[in-house]
Protein backbone atom coordinates (compact mmCIF):
# COMPACT_ATOMS: atom_id res chain seq x y z
CA UNK A 1 0.00 0.00 0.00
CA UNK A 2 0.78 3.45 -1.13
CA UNK A 3 2.45 5.84 1.70
CA UNK A 4 0.46 8.49 -0.28
CA UNK A 5 -2.65 6.91 1.13
CA UNK A 6 -1.98 7.55 4.86
CA UNK A 7 -1.55 11.41 4.41
CA UNK A 8 -4.87 11.99 6.29
CA UNK A 9 -4.63 12.42 9.46
CA UNK A 10 -5.75 9.59 11.84
CA UNK A 11 -6.68 7.36 9.37
CA UNK A 12 -5.48 4.04 10.97
CA UNK A 13 -4.51 5.53 14.36
CA UNK A 14 -7.44 7.51 15.28
CA UNK A 15 -4.72 10.40 16.26
CA UNK A 16 -5.43 13.77 14.96
CA UNK A 17 -1.39 14.29 14.32
CA UNK A 18 -2.02 16.98 11.48
CA UNK A 19 -2.87 19.07 14.00
CA UNK A 20 -0.66 18.54 16.38
CA UNK A 21 2.09 19.32 13.22
CA UNK A 22 0.41 22.44 12.90
CA UNK A 23 -0.03 23.55 16.33
CA UNK A 24 4.14 22.66 16.68
CA UNK A 25 4.74 24.51 13.64
CA UNK A 26 2.85 27.64 14.87
CA UNK A 27 5.02 28.07 17.58
CA UNK A 28 8.25 27.28 16.00
CA UNK A 29 7.52 30.29 13.39
CA UNK A 30 7.40 32.71 16.00
CA UNK A 31 11.28 33.21 15.47
CA UNK A 32 9.97 34.08 12.02
CA UNK A 33 7.34 36.30 12.99
CA UNK A 34 9.61 38.49 14.92
CA UNK A 35 11.87 39.18 12.18
CA UNK A 36 9.01 39.95 9.72
CA UNK A 37 8.24 42.21 12.63
CA UNK A 38 11.55 43.88 13.10
CA UNK A 39 11.93 44.33 8.97
CA UNK A 40 8.45 45.95 8.75
CA UNK A 41 9.34 48.01 12.13
CA UNK A 42 12.17 48.71 9.87
CA UNK A 43 10.79 50.23 6.76
CA UNK A 44 7.68 51.89 8.90
CA UNK A 45 10.72 53.86 10.10
CA UNK A 46 12.91 54.44 7.13
CA UNK A 47 9.08 55.88 5.17
CA UNK A 48 8.46 58.44 8.09
CA UNK A 49 12.68 59.39 7.83
CA UNK A 50 11.50 59.84 3.90
CA UNK A 51 8.91 61.90 4.11
CA UNK A 52 10.92 64.14 6.54
CA UNK A 53 13.38 63.61 3.42
CA UNK A 54 10.69 64.46 0.61
CA UNK A 55 9.60 68.01 2.92
CA UNK A 56 13.30 69.13 3.17
CA UNK A 57 13.61 68.74 -0.44
CA UNK A 58 10.42 71.06 -1.58
CA UNK A 59 12.03 73.44 1.42
CA UNK A 60 15.19 73.82 -0.35
CA UNK A 61 13.74 74.62 -3.64
CA UNK A 62 11.71 77.35 -1.96
CA UNK A 63 14.74 77.95 -0.31
CA UNK A 64 16.62 78.03 -3.53
CA UNK A 65 14.16 80.43 -5.36
CA UNK A 66 15.22 82.89 -2.31
CA UNK A 67 18.79 82.67 -3.68
CA UNK A 68 17.68 84.28 -7.20
CA UNK A 69 17.90 87.68 -7.61
CA UNK A 70 14.57 87.65 -10.17
CA UNK A 71 12.77 86.03 -7.45
CA UNK A 72 14.75 88.63 -4.66
CA UNK A 73 14.56 91.97 -6.11
CA UNK A 74 11.62 91.20 -8.88
CA UNK A 75 10.09 93.69 -11.63
CA UNK A 76 7.34 93.84 -13.21
CA UNK A 77 6.27 95.81 -16.26
CA UNK A 78 3.12 97.17 -17.41
CA UNK A 79 1.88 98.48 -20.71
CA UNK A 80 -0.37 101.84 -20.95
CA UNK A 81 -1.33 101.78 -24.21
CA UNK A 82 -2.93 104.90 -26.06
CA UNK A 83 -6.52 104.85 -26.80
CA UNK A 84 -7.68 106.35 -30.29
CA UNK A 85 -9.93 109.32 -30.37
CA UNK A 86 -13.20 107.95 -30.57
CA UNK A 87 -12.63 104.22 -29.34
CA UNK A 88 -13.72 102.39 -26.09
CA UNK A 89 -10.79 100.77 -25.22
CA UNK A 90 -6.83 101.48 -25.71
CA UNK A 91 -4.71 99.88 -28.76
CA UNK A 92 -2.98 96.99 -27.49
CA UNK A 93 0.32 97.53 -29.23
CA UNK A 94 3.10 95.95 -27.31
CA UNK A 95 3.41 93.45 -24.54
CA UNK A 96 6.58 93.97 -22.19
CA UNK A 97 8.59 91.85 -19.54
CA UNK A 98 11.16 92.80 -16.77
CA UNK A 99 13.53 91.15 -15.15
CA UNK A 100 14.94 92.08 -11.70
CA UNK A 101 18.08 93.90 -13.81
CA UNK A 102 15.62 96.40 -15.28
CA UNK A 103 15.82 100.00 -14.01
CA UNK A 104 12.69 101.24 -12.32
CA UNK A 105 11.28 103.98 -14.71
CA UNK A 106 8.74 104.81 -17.71
CA UNK A 107 9.56 104.17 -21.30
CA UNK A 108 7.92 105.63 -23.82
CA UNK A 109 8.16 104.88 -27.54
CA UNK A 110 5.77 104.22 -30.67
CA UNK A 111 6.00 100.81 -32.76
CA UNK A 112 6.41 102.21 -36.09
CA UNK A 113 6.66 98.89 -38.01
CA UNK A 114 6.55 95.23 -37.25
CA UNK A 115 9.32 92.81 -38.52
CA UNK A 116 8.35 90.49 -41.73
CA UNK A 117 9.60 87.35 -43.26
CA UNK A 118 10.90 87.44 -46.64
CA UNK A 119 9.11 85.02 -49.28
CA UNK A 120 10.08 84.13 -52.65
CA UNK A 121 7.24 82.86 -55.22
CA UNK A 122 7.17 81.55 -58.43
CA UNK A 123 6.42 83.82 -61.24
CA UNK A 124 5.63 80.83 -63.94
CA UNK A 125 5.68 81.25 -67.63
CA UNK A 126 1.93 81.07 -67.87
CA UNK A 127 0.19 84.66 -66.36
CA UNK A 128 2.14 84.01 -63.32
CA UNK A 129 0.73 80.64 -62.85
CA UNK A 130 2.73 77.41 -62.90
CA UNK A 131 0.27 74.99 -64.54
CA UNK A 132 -0.26 74.73 -68.48
CA UNK A 133 -3.59 76.27 -69.42
CA UNK A 134 -6.36 74.08 -70.04
CA UNK A 135 -7.36 75.30 -74.08
CA UNK A 136 -9.85 74.72 -76.81
CA UNK A 137 -6.60 73.35 -78.66
CA UNK A 138 -6.32 70.40 -75.85
CA UNK A 139 -10.08 69.80 -75.17
CA UNK A 140 -10.04 69.17 -79.55
CA UNK A 141 -6.90 66.83 -79.02
CA UNK A 142 -5.83 63.72 -78.33
CA UNK A 143 -5.37 63.97 -74.37
CA UNK A 144 -7.43 61.78 -72.25
CA UNK A 145 -9.30 63.82 -69.28
CA UNK A 146 -6.70 61.71 -66.75
CA UNK A 147 -3.78 63.31 -68.64
CA UNK A 148 -5.34 67.04 -68.58
CA UNK A 149 -3.75 68.80 -65.69
CA UNK A 150 -7.01 69.64 -63.98
CA UNK A 151 -6.49 71.33 -60.30
CA UNK A 152 -8.75 69.08 -58.79
CA UNK A 153 -8.11 64.89 -60.47
CA UNK A 154 -11.51 64.17 -62.51
CA UNK A 155 -12.86 60.91 -61.57
CA UNK A 156 -15.15 58.53 -63.38
CA UNK A 157 -18.72 58.41 -63.12
CA UNK A 158 -21.91 60.41 -63.93
CA UNK A 159 -22.63 63.95 -63.97
CA UNK A 160 -25.88 65.22 -64.00
CA UNK A 161 -27.22 68.70 -65.07
CA UNK A 162 -30.92 69.90 -64.41
CA UNK A 163 -32.40 71.99 -67.46
CA UNK A 164 -35.19 74.67 -66.72
CA UNK A 165 -35.86 72.84 -63.11
CA UNK A 166 -37.75 69.88 -64.86
CA UNK A 167 -35.19 68.06 -66.95
CA UNK A 168 -32.52 66.56 -65.58
CA UNK A 169 -29.51 64.91 -68.34
CA UNK A 170 -27.08 62.10 -67.12
CA UNK A 171 -23.42 62.35 -69.06
CA UNK A 172 -21.30 60.01 -68.37
CA UNK A 173 -17.48 60.45 -68.13
CA UNK A 174 -14.59 58.11 -68.45
CA UNK A 175 -11.45 59.52 -67.40
CA UNK A 176 -9.25 56.95 -68.79
CA UNK A 177 -10.95 56.73 -72.60
CA UNK A 178 -12.56 60.62 -72.63
CA UNK A 179 -11.14 63.62 -73.97
CA UNK A 180 -12.91 66.85 -73.06
CA UNK A 181 -14.52 67.30 -76.91
CA UNK A 182 -15.88 63.79 -76.02
CA UNK A 183 -18.06 65.11 -72.98
CA UNK A 184 -18.83 68.12 -74.37
CA UNK A 185 -20.73 66.22 -77.45
CA UNK A 186 -22.05 64.10 -75.11
CA UNK A 187 -24.02 67.04 -73.14
CA UNK A 188 -24.72 68.35 -76.82
CA UNK A 189 -26.63 65.22 -78.08
CA UNK A 190 -28.19 64.40 -74.86
CA UNK A 191 -29.63 68.37 -74.65
CA UNK A 192 -30.48 68.04 -78.57
CA UNK A 193 -27.89 70.86 -79.20
CA UNK A 194 -29.16 73.24 -76.57
CA UNK A 195 -26.05 72.81 -74.53
CA UNK A 196 -22.85 72.97 -75.83
CA UNK A 197 -19.12 73.01 -74.07
CA UNK A 198 -16.29 74.61 -75.18
CA UNK A 199 -13.12 76.17 -73.32
CA UNK A 200 -12.47 79.94 -73.30
CA UNK A 201 -9.38 81.48 -70.67
CA UNK A 202 -8.80 78.11 -68.77
CA UNK A 203 -12.59 77.96 -67.96
CA UNK A 204 -14.91 75.64 -69.57
CA UNK A 205 -18.33 76.98 -70.59
CA UNK A 206 -21.39 75.86 -70.96
CA UNK A 207 -23.39 77.89 -73.98
CA UNK A 208 -27.32 77.62 -73.73
CA UNK A 209 -29.82 78.63 -76.38
CA UNK A 210 -32.52 80.92 -75.77
CA UNK A 211 -35.14 77.91 -74.75
CA UNK A 212 -32.98 77.30 -71.70
CA UNK A 213 -33.59 79.59 -68.97
CA UNK A 214 -31.89 77.97 -66.09
CA UNK A 215 -29.23 75.48 -65.78
CA UNK A 216 -27.88 73.39 -62.85
CA UNK A 217 -24.77 71.82 -62.91
CA UNK A 218 -24.28 68.60 -60.88
CA UNK A 219 -26.38 67.35 -58.13
CA UNK A 220 -26.13 65.47 -55.19
CA UNK A 221 -26.27 62.13 -57.19
CA UNK A 222 -23.31 62.61 -59.23
CA UNK A 223 -20.85 60.01 -59.39
CA UNK A 224 -17.97 61.99 -61.14
CA UNK A 225 -16.69 64.97 -59.83
CA UNK A 226 -16.52 66.58 -62.99
CA UNK A 227 -19.02 69.60 -62.18
CA UNK A 228 -16.69 70.35 -58.77
CA UNK A 229 -13.65 70.12 -61.12
CA UNK A 230 -14.25 72.18 -63.39
CA UNK A 231 -16.08 74.70 -60.96
CA UNK A 232 -19.26 74.49 -62.58
CA UNK A 233 -21.26 73.21 -59.62
CA UNK A 234 -21.24 76.90 -57.94
CA UNK A 235 -22.31 78.51 -61.29
CA UNK A 236 -25.28 80.15 -62.38
CA UNK A 237 -26.57 81.35 -65.86
CA UNK A 238 -25.72 84.71 -67.08
CA UNK A 239 -25.68 85.65 -70.54
CA UNK A 240 -26.22 82.39 -71.87
CA UNK A 241 -23.52 80.60 -70.74
CA UNK A 242 -22.51 79.05 -67.57
CA UNK A 243 -18.54 78.99 -66.78
CA UNK A 244 -16.27 77.96 -64.43
CA UNK A 245 -15.71 80.40 -61.58
CA UNK A 246 -12.04 80.03 -61.26
CA UNK A 247 -9.64 78.74 -63.86
CA UNK A 248 -9.45 74.99 -64.19
CA UNK A 249 -5.86 73.64 -64.74
CA UNK A 250 -3.26 74.10 -62.23
CA UNK A 251 0.55 72.17 -61.54
CA UNK A 252 -0.90 69.08 -60.29
CA UNK A 253 1.51 68.17 -56.96
CA UNK A 254 0.97 64.60 -56.87
CA UNK A 255 2.65 63.49 -60.17
CA UNK A 256 5.55 63.29 -60.91
CA UNK A 257 6.57 67.10 -62.47
CA UNK A 258 6.93 65.83 -65.79
CA UNK A 259 3.24 64.87 -65.70
CA UNK A 260 2.49 67.12 -63.42
CA UNK A 261 1.32 69.98 -66.31
CA UNK A 262 4.44 72.45 -65.30
CA UNK A 263 4.60 74.69 -68.41
CA UNK A 264 7.47 75.65 -69.64
CA UNK A 265 9.20 72.11 -68.07
CA UNK A 266 11.40 70.21 -69.88
CA UNK A 267 10.88 66.10 -69.51
CA UNK A 268 13.57 64.86 -67.36
CA UNK A 269 15.05 67.50 -65.49
CA UNK A 270 17.46 67.39 -62.89
CA UNK A 271 19.84 69.63 -60.35
CA UNK A 272 20.45 70.88 -56.99
CA UNK A 273 18.25 73.98 -55.41
CA UNK A 274 20.40 75.79 -53.06
CA UNK A 275 18.01 77.99 -50.77
CA UNK A 276 20.58 79.74 -48.22
CA UNK A 277 23.16 77.58 -49.25
CA UNK A 278 21.32 74.04 -48.61
CA UNK A 279 21.51 72.07 -51.32
CA UNK A 280 17.99 69.84 -52.33
CA UNK A 281 18.21 67.59 -54.98
CA UNK A 282 15.57 67.07 -57.62
CA UNK A 283 14.96 64.57 -60.97
CA UNK A 284 11.43 65.80 -62.58
CA UNK A 285 11.15 62.30 -63.86
CA UNK A 286 10.76 60.73 -60.64
CA UNK A 287 9.95 63.72 -58.10
CA UNK A 288 6.37 65.64 -57.53
CA UNK A 289 6.16 68.98 -56.60
CA UNK A 290 4.82 67.28 -53.32
CA UNK A 291 8.19 65.45 -52.88
CA UNK A 292 9.94 69.08 -53.38
CA UNK A 293 7.92 70.87 -51.17
CA UNK A 294 8.41 68.06 -48.54
CA UNK A 295 12.05 68.09 -49.38
CA UNK A 296 12.76 71.90 -48.69
CA UNK A 297 10.31 71.24 -45.38
CA UNK A 298 12.47 69.08 -43.95
CA UNK A 299 16.28 70.46 -44.89
CA UNK A 300 17.98 73.24 -42.77
CA UNK A 301 17.25 76.04 -45.12
CA UNK A 302 15.34 77.63 -42.88
CA UNK A 303 12.08 78.35 -45.04
CA UNK A 304 8.79 76.57 -45.53
CA UNK A 305 7.36 75.53 -48.88
CA UNK A 306 3.75 75.99 -49.83
CA UNK A 307 1.55 75.65 -52.30
CA UNK A 308 -1.34 78.53 -53.09
CA UNK A 309 -4.16 76.47 -55.07
CA UNK A 310 -5.96 79.58 -55.69
CA UNK A 311 -3.26 81.09 -57.73
CA UNK A 312 -1.48 78.01 -58.62
CA UNK A 313 2.26 79.57 -57.15
CA UNK A 314 4.88 78.04 -54.88
CA UNK A 315 5.78 79.94 -52.52
CA UNK A 316 9.10 80.08 -49.77
CA UNK A 317 8.56 81.78 -46.44
CA UNK A 318 11.63 82.62 -44.08
CA UNK A 319 11.21 81.06 -40.70
CA UNK A 320 12.48 84.20 -39.45
CA UNK A 321 11.83 87.57 -40.13
CA UNK A 322 13.92 90.47 -40.68
CA UNK A 323 15.11 92.36 -43.65
CA UNK A 324 17.14 89.49 -44.93
CA UNK A 325 16.78 87.68 -48.40
CA UNK A 326 16.26 84.27 -49.06
CA UNK A 327 19.09 82.84 -51.54
CA UNK A 328 17.95 80.72 -54.20
CA UNK A 329 19.73 79.41 -56.95
CA UNK A 330 19.65 76.71 -58.96
CA UNK A 331 22.09 74.20 -60.54
CA UNK A 332 19.98 72.84 -63.51
CA UNK A 333 16.89 74.14 -65.74
CA UNK A 334 14.10 73.91 -63.18
CA UNK A 335 14.05 77.43 -62.23
CA UNK A 336 15.31 79.07 -65.24
CA UNK A 337 12.29 76.98 -67.34
CA UNK A 338 9.91 77.15 -64.83
CA UNK A 339 9.71 80.66 -63.35
CA UNK A 340 10.02 78.88 -60.15
CA UNK A 341 10.88 80.64 -56.65
CA UNK A 342 11.67 83.86 -59.33
CA UNK A 343 9.97 86.88 -57.25
CA UNK A 344 11.60 87.84 -54.26
CA UNK A 345 9.72 90.21 -51.13
CA UNK A 346 12.12 91.21 -48.65
CA UNK A 347 11.18 91.32 -45.12
CA UNK A 348 11.40 93.91 -43.07
CA UNK A 349 13.12 94.47 -39.24
CA UNK A 350 10.51 95.78 -36.58
CA UNK A 351 11.40 99.29 -35.54
CA UNK A 352 10.34 101.32 -32.25
CA UNK A 353 10.59 105.11 -31.97
CA UNK A 354 11.25 106.26 -28.84
CA UNK A 355 10.18 109.56 -27.04
CA UNK A 356 13.61 111.55 -27.96
CA UNK A 357 12.96 110.47 -31.57
CA UNK A 358 15.37 107.61 -31.91
CA UNK A 359 14.86 104.52 -33.82
CA UNK A 360 15.08 100.74 -32.73
CA UNK A 361 15.28 97.86 -35.27
CA UNK A 362 15.27 94.42 -34.23
CA UNK A 363 14.75 91.58 -36.63
CA UNK A 364 12.03 90.09 -34.58
CA UNK A 365 9.29 91.78 -33.43
CA UNK A 366 10.89 91.43 -29.87
CA UNK A 367 13.29 94.27 -28.45
CA UNK A 368 15.47 94.05 -25.88
CA UNK A 369 17.83 97.16 -26.48
CA UNK A 370 15.46 99.95 -25.14
CA UNK A 371 16.67 99.10 -21.34
CA UNK A 372 18.71 96.30 -19.21
CA UNK A 373 16.50 94.09 -18.46
CA UNK A 374 13.43 94.92 -20.25
CA UNK A 375 11.84 92.81 -22.78
CA UNK A 376 9.44 95.00 -25.30
CA UNK A 377 7.34 92.42 -28.00
CA UNK A 378 5.67 94.64 -30.83
CA UNK A 379 1.79 93.44 -31.24
CA UNK A 380 0.98 95.74 -34.01
CA UNK A 381 1.78 99.42 -35.48
CA UNK A 382 0.52 102.13 -33.28
CA UNK A 383 -2.31 103.83 -34.29
CA UNK A 384 -1.17 107.41 -35.74
CA UNK A 385 -0.93 110.50 -33.61
CA UNK A 386 -4.38 112.91 -35.27
CA UNK A 387 -2.60 115.96 -33.15
CA UNK A 388 0.62 115.45 -34.83
CA UNK A 389 0.70 114.37 -38.89
CA UNK A 390 3.34 111.94 -39.59
CA UNK A 391 3.64 110.65 -36.00
CA UNK A 392 2.02 107.76 -34.16
CA UNK A 393 0.87 107.74 -30.96
CA UNK A 394 3.33 106.80 -27.51
CA UNK A 395 2.95 103.52 -25.29
CA UNK A 396 4.72 103.97 -22.23
CA UNK A 397 6.26 100.74 -20.66
CA UNK A 398 6.38 101.20 -16.94
CA UNK A 399 8.98 99.28 -15.05
CA UNK A 400 8.54 98.86 -11.30
CA UNK A 401 9.71 96.84 -8.03
CA UNK A 402 7.59 93.53 -7.53
CA UNK A 403 6.49 93.12 -3.94
CA UNK A 404 3.92 90.82 -4.73
CA UNK A 405 6.17 88.68 -6.59
CA UNK A 406 8.72 88.81 -3.62
CA UNK A 407 6.12 88.03 -1.09
CA UNK A 408 4.93 85.15 -2.90
CA UNK A 409 8.37 83.38 -2.86
CA UNK A 410 8.39 84.24 0.93
CA UNK A 411 5.32 82.45 1.40
CA UNK A 412 6.27 79.40 -0.27
CA UNK A 413 9.58 79.24 1.73
CA UNK A 414 7.22 79.76 5.15
CA UNK A 415 5.10 77.04 3.65
CA UNK A 416 7.63 74.65 3.19
CA UNK A 417 9.33 75.54 6.12
CA UNK A 418 6.49 75.07 8.81
CA UNK A 419 5.68 71.61 6.69
CA UNK A 420 9.06 70.21 7.49
CA UNK A 421 8.63 71.17 11.29
CA UNK A 422 5.10 69.55 11.53
CA UNK A 423 6.22 66.67 9.91
CA UNK A 424 8.93 66.07 12.55
CA UNK A 425 6.71 67.16 15.50
CA UNK A 426 3.98 64.79 14.78
CA UNK A 427 6.58 61.90 14.06
CA UNK A 428 8.56 62.23 17.23
CA UNK A 429 5.09 62.51 19.72
CA UNK A 430 4.38 59.82 21.65
CA UNK A 431 3.50 56.77 20.13
CA UNK A 432 4.48 57.46 16.51
CA UNK A 433 7.33 55.66 14.61
CA UNK A 434 10.13 58.54 15.57
CA UNK A 435 8.41 58.50 18.99
CA UNK A 436 11.41 60.99 20.56
CA UNK A 437 13.81 60.99 17.97
CA UNK A 438 17.07 62.58 18.85
CA UNK A 439 18.59 63.62 15.48
CA UNK A 440 15.64 64.65 14.21
CA UNK A 441 14.80 66.80 17.35
CA UNK A 442 18.25 68.43 16.52
CA UNK A 443 17.47 68.98 13.12
CA UNK A 444 14.52 70.98 14.15
CA UNK A 445 16.51 73.14 16.18
CA UNK A 446 19.11 73.75 13.83
CA UNK A 447 16.69 75.01 11.54
CA UNK A 448 14.64 77.36 13.76
CA UNK A 449 18.10 78.85 15.20
CA UNK A 450 19.30 79.28 11.57
CA UNK A 451 16.42 81.41 10.34
CA UNK A 452 16.48 83.52 14.05
CA UNK A 453 19.83 84.20 13.49
CA UNK A 454 21.54 87.01 12.04
CA UNK A 455 23.68 87.73 9.24
CA UNK A 456 27.61 88.01 9.67
CA UNK A 457 29.20 90.53 8.29
CA UNK A 458 26.45 92.78 7.62
CA UNK A 459 26.12 95.89 9.69
CA UNK A 460 23.10 98.35 10.59
CA UNK A 461 19.41 97.10 10.80
CA UNK A 462 17.71 95.12 9.16
CA UNK A 463 20.46 92.29 9.60
CA UNK A 464 17.64 89.31 10.86
CA UNK A 465 14.67 87.99 8.67
CA UNK A 466 12.92 88.70 12.32
CA UNK A 467 13.61 92.25 11.41
CA UNK A 468 11.83 92.24 8.08
CA UNK A 469 8.70 90.06 9.69
CA UNK A 470 9.69 86.58 9.29
CA UNK A 471 10.34 84.37 12.72
CA UNK A 472 7.85 82.83 15.31
CA UNK A 473 5.64 84.74 17.56
CA UNK A 474 5.22 84.59 21.02
CA UNK A 475 1.78 82.56 20.63
CA UNK A 476 3.24 80.10 18.46
CA UNK A 477 7.10 79.18 18.83
CA UNK A 478 6.74 76.09 16.54
CA UNK A 479 5.85 78.08 13.35
CA UNK A 480 7.37 80.60 11.28
CA UNK A 481 4.96 83.36 10.09
CA UNK A 482 4.72 86.44 8.21
CA UNK A 483 4.16 90.29 9.41
CA UNK A 484 2.87 91.26 5.59
CA UNK A 485 3.82 95.38 6.76
CA UNK A 486 6.72 94.94 7.90
CA UNK A 487 7.89 92.71 4.95
CA UNK A 488 6.02 95.21 2.29
CA UNK A 489 7.75 98.16 4.14
CA UNK A 490 11.80 96.48 4.53
CA UNK A 491 11.23 95.67 0.64
CA UNK A 492 10.15 98.96 -0.84
CA UNK A 493 12.69 100.55 1.52
CA UNK A 494 15.65 98.84 0.63
CA UNK A 495 15.13 95.78 -1.51
CA UNK A 496 19.04 94.86 -1.97
CA UNK A 497 19.41 95.01 1.65
CA UNK A 498 16.10 92.32 2.18
CA UNK A 499 18.04 90.43 -0.39
CA UNK A 500 21.52 90.13 1.47
CA UNK A 501 19.67 88.77 4.15
CA UNK A 502 18.47 86.36 1.77
CA UNK A 503 21.72 85.09 -0.26
CA UNK A 504 24.64 86.51 1.14
CA UNK A 505 27.93 85.06 0.47
CA UNK A 506 31.75 85.82 1.20
CA UNK A 507 34.26 84.71 -0.62
CA UNK A 508 38.01 84.53 0.45
CA UNK A 509 40.74 84.02 -2.44
CA UNK A 510 44.01 82.14 -1.88
CA UNK A 511 47.71 84.02 -2.76
CA UNK A 512 47.13 83.43 -6.38
CA UNK A 513 43.65 84.81 -6.61
CA UNK A 514 42.09 82.07 -7.06
CA UNK A 515 38.83 81.11 -4.93
CA UNK A 516 39.63 79.69 -1.64
CA UNK A 517 36.31 79.41 -0.17
CA UNK A 518 32.50 80.47 -0.37
CA UNK A 519 30.80 80.96 2.96
CA UNK A 520 26.99 81.40 3.23
CA UNK A 521 26.27 84.44 5.37
CA UNK A 522 22.86 85.10 4.33
CA UNK A 523 20.20 82.92 6.39
CA UNK A 524 18.74 81.29 3.41
CA UNK A 525 22.05 80.25 1.85
CA UNK A 526 23.08 78.59 5.24
CA UNK A 527 19.32 76.73 4.95
CA UNK A 528 20.09 75.28 1.67
CA UNK A 529 23.88 74.22 2.63
CA UNK A 530 22.42 72.43 6.20
CA UNK A 531 19.90 70.82 3.86
CA UNK A 532 22.11 69.88 1.09
CA UNK A 533 24.33 68.04 4.02
CA UNK A 534 21.36 66.36 5.49
CA UNK A 535 19.83 65.33 2.24
CA UNK A 536 23.40 64.32 0.34
CA UNK A 537 25.00 61.03 -0.36
CA UNK A 538 26.23 61.05 2.70
CA UNK A 539 24.02 62.83 4.86
CA UNK A 540 21.51 61.70 7.31
CA UNK A 541 18.68 60.42 5.35
CA UNK A 542 20.85 58.79 2.92
CA UNK A 543 22.68 56.87 5.45
CA UNK A 544 19.39 55.27 7.40
CA UNK A 545 17.73 54.52 3.45
CA UNK A 546 21.08 52.52 3.35
CA UNK A 547 21.32 50.94 6.76
CA UNK A 548 17.39 49.43 6.47
CA UNK A 549 17.84 48.69 3.18
CA UNK A 550 21.17 46.48 4.31
CA UNK A 551 18.91 45.45 7.65
CA UNK A 552 16.12 44.83 5.15
CA UNK A 553 18.25 42.31 3.19
CA UNK A 554 19.85 40.30 6.18
CA UNK A 555 16.49 39.99 7.28
CA UNK A 556 14.85 38.52 4.19
CA UNK A 557 17.86 36.50 4.35
CA UNK A 558 17.35 34.84 7.81
CA UNK A 559 13.43 34.64 7.40
CA UNK A 560 14.27 32.65 4.13
CA UNK A 561 16.78 29.99 5.96
CA UNK A 562 14.19 29.93 9.02
CA UNK A 563 11.10 28.86 6.45
CA UNK A 564 13.41 26.55 4.50
CA UNK A 565 14.08 24.69 8.01
CA UNK A 566 10.92 24.77 9.02
CA UNK A 567 9.20 23.83 5.98
CA UNK A 568 12.11 20.58 6.14
CA UNK A 569 10.94 19.84 9.40
CA UNK A 570 7.19 19.73 8.77
CA UNK A 571 8.12 16.95 6.14
CA UNK A 572 10.27 15.20 8.34
CA UNK A 573 7.65 15.26 10.86
CA UNK A 574 4.95 14.12 8.43
CA UNK A 575 6.80 11.63 6.93
CA UNK A 576 6.82 9.81 11.00
CA UNK A 577 3.51 10.35 11.42
CA UNK A 578 2.47 8.90 7.98
CA UNK A 579 5.02 6.00 8.63
CA UNK A 580 3.25 5.56 12.23
CA UNK A 581 -0.69 5.42 10.39
CA UNK A 582 1.29 2.35 8.12
CA UNK A 583 2.21 0.57 11.43
CA UNK A 584 -0.84 1.06 12.67
CA UNK A 585 -2.30 -0.35 9.47
CA UNK A 586 -0.42 -3.31 9.30
CA UNK A 587 -0.65 -4.22 12.79
CA UNK A 588 -4.66 -4.26 12.55
CA UNK A 589 -4.79 -6.20 9.47
CA UNK A 590 -2.78 -8.84 11.33
CA UNK A 591 -4.84 -8.93 13.91
CA UNK A 592 -7.74 -9.47 12.24
CA UNK A 593 -6.41 -11.94 10.01
CA UNK A 594 -5.58 -13.83 13.70
CA UNK A 595 -8.52 -13.29 14.57
CA UNK A 596 -10.57 -14.59 11.68
CA UNK A 597 -8.47 -17.90 11.96
CA UNK A 598 -9.10 -18.26 15.42
CA UNK A 599 -12.34 -18.11 14.84
CA UNK A 600 -12.20 -20.35 11.89
CA UNK A 601 -10.61 -23.22 14.13
CA UNK A 602 -13.47 -22.67 16.85
Do not use: C
Not at 43 to 67: E, H, W
Not at 225 to 243: E, H, K, P, R, Y
Amino acid sequence: MSSSGFNVSGIASGLDWKTMVDQMMALERNPVIRLQTRKKSLQDKNSAYQDINTKLLNLDKAIGDLMLDSNLKPKKASVNSPTVAGATSPTLSVSAVATSDAPVGDYAFSVTQLATASTVTSLGKNAGRLGTDITQARADGLEKLSALNFSQSVTSGTMNISINGNETISISVDTLNDTLKNVFDRISTATGGRVTGSVADNKIVLTTLPSVTSISVGTGLDTSNFATAAFLNTSSLSGGAVTSTRIVSAAQLGRSMDLGGIQGLAPGTAGNLKINGVEIAYDSSVDSLNNLIGRINSSEANVLASYDAINDKLKLTSKTTGATEIAVSDSGALLASTGLFETQTKGQNARLKLADGTVLESTTNTFTNIAAGLSVTALAVSPDDTAIPGEKLKTTVSVDADVEGFKTKVKAFVDEFNKVADAIDQSRGKGQKLAFDGTLGDIRNRLFSTVSGTVSGLTGDPNSLLAIGIGTSNSDRNHLSIDDTKLTNAFNKDPDRVSLLFKKQTTTYKVDGSIDKITSDGLAAKLNDYIDVLRGSQGFFKIIDTSTTDQTKALDNNIKQLESRLALRKTNMVKKFTAMEMMVSTMKSQQSAMISQLNSLG
